[in-house]
């Protein structure tokens, strides 16, 4: 089955909004082997729908529109589809107490009245319940074509798509599509595809590359009639690729680089503390950000002045008179102060320049992480200056600290 995502709404083409739901339903009809053709966006116009259904047509069996079904007069998604069918509305009774009752709910008695647009329902075709808003959903079926209509939130579109919609398509394919992240950390796309140069070119499964702030991925991907043939494709092809690239793998389908190291100091029961100067807290903010963070994360200290360095962290004034505060000799006493302030397994320490100014010095960043048995610092370069340089320098030397602090956890195993 061929299908195309519509998103509708003018403030999606405004930029207004994140589009998020194109992503989300695109990886989903992906797992069930469903072809997404193209994404569509469409602002809040009935002849522009209407156009934009017809071309969808012609290549799809399918349509899934996400959007425009709210009470205003411009929510028009829902009118514009039945017309595309020559379908009519009516007002369905039960679906009017919901969402009165909804409302009810919230403390707003009555319901105003243009909320009972979102009661009218297509004489024919599906109704799919909103368990978490006001609008409910639709498949419409009509000369082997098929439209499903879906509210904008996402909140209310995912679970609506996977309580209703899910179960529906599956009908529709023999065959699923898995595929599994290999994220790895510190290599860059160019070298880990160069490693796996080979294994690009196969058809089933595939493996493709992709890079992103500072880490590089591949993606292997398999077609198969079930979940199970599927991983039995990926299997050696994915033991391949952690022969070749080793300790630069941090995890398969992992969500970020803090996670796996949260999940490796849980495994160990060991604990880890922050001093950061150029991130200002980003990495403490990146951890805490996982669930569970509390059992490894003892403390994290912003130590932006050279008073707190020396006061806080106990880094001596001499190293930072003849070193400076950007230094490696700073970096390692700021993280041995750190791991004996919290009395944690691993103290991790940043200090650099972010930017923007300090011209040629911007983006280099010292890493500094110790042990009970030693300390090792790292030198990063960003190679990223500018005006829109900061965000981008502190978002990769956090990442890098957690790299780091993974090696030495994993270096400590041996």
């Known amino acids: 089955m061929n299908c195309e995502l519509i998103s509708v709404g003018t403030e999606i083409l405004l930029g207004d909004i994140l589009n998020s739901n194109v992503q989300f339903l695109s990886k989903e009809l992906a797992s069930l082997g469903i072809n997404v053709m193209r994404h569509t966006t469409v602002g809040d116009n009935e002849a522009r729908l209407l ?173 198969a009639a079930s979940e199970k043939e599927a991983e039995e494709l990926m299997k050696p092809v994915i033991d391949e690729i952690k022969t070749r690239l080793g300790n630069s793998i941090y995890g398969i389908d992992s969500a970020s680089i803090e996670q796996t190291v949260v999940e490796l100091l849980k495994n160990r029961q060991q604990t880890a503390a922050f001093a950061e100067s150029c991130t200002g807290g980003l990495c403490a903010k990146r951890i805490t950000d996982i669930s569970g963070a509390s059992e490894v994360f003892h403390c994290g200290i912003v130590s932006y002045s050279n008073d707190i360095k020396h006061s806080v962290l106990g880094v001596k004034q001499e190293t930072l008179d003849r070193f400076t505060a950007v230094s490696a000799e700073t970096a390692r006493e700021m993280a041995e102060g750190a791991r004996k302030l919290a009395d944690a397994d691993y103290g991790i320490s940043l200090t650099g320049y972010a930017g923007p100014g300090y011209e040629e010095d911007v983006g280099l960043i ?49």
Not at 100 to 125: H, W
Not at 371 to 378: A, F, L, M
Not at 387 to 399: G, K, L, T
């Open 51 to 223: 156009k934009a259904l017809d071309d969808a047509f012609e290549s799809c069996q399918a349509v899934i529109l996400t959007g425009g079904l709210g009470p205003t007069p411009d929510d028009l998604t829902k009118e514009t589809c039945c017309r595309y069918f020559s379908i009519d509305l009516r007002e369905d009774g039960e679906i009017l107490r919901k969402i009165e009752s909804y409302f009810r709910l919230k403390n707003i008695d009555p319901m105003p009245q243009c909320n009972k647009k979102q009661a009218l329902v297509p004489t024919v075709g599906r109704v799919l319940e909103n368990n978490n808003g006001t609008a409910p959903g639709f498949i419409l079926e009509k000369d082997e074509k098929i439209i499903v209509i879906l509210p904008g939130p996402p909140k209310e579109m995912i679970p609506m798509y996977r309580e209703s919609v899910k179960p529906y398509l599956k009908q529709f394919t023999n065959e699923v599509i898995v595929s599994h992240n290999i994220r790895t950390f510190g290599i860059g796309e160019s070298y880990m595809s160069e490693k796996v140069e080979d294994l690009l070119d196969g058809s089933n499964p595939t493996v493709a590359p992709y890079a992103k702030s500072g880490e590089a991925l591949l993606r292997v991907t398999a077609k």
């Open 366 to 414: 010292y890493i500094a992480v110790a042990d009970k048995n030693e300390t090792v610092v790292k030198k990063l370069l960003t190679g990223h200056r500018g005006n829109n340089c900061r965000d981008y320098n502190r978002h990769v030397a956090a990442s890098n600290a957690f790299n780091q602090l993974r090696l030495a956890i994993l270096k400590n195993d041996k």
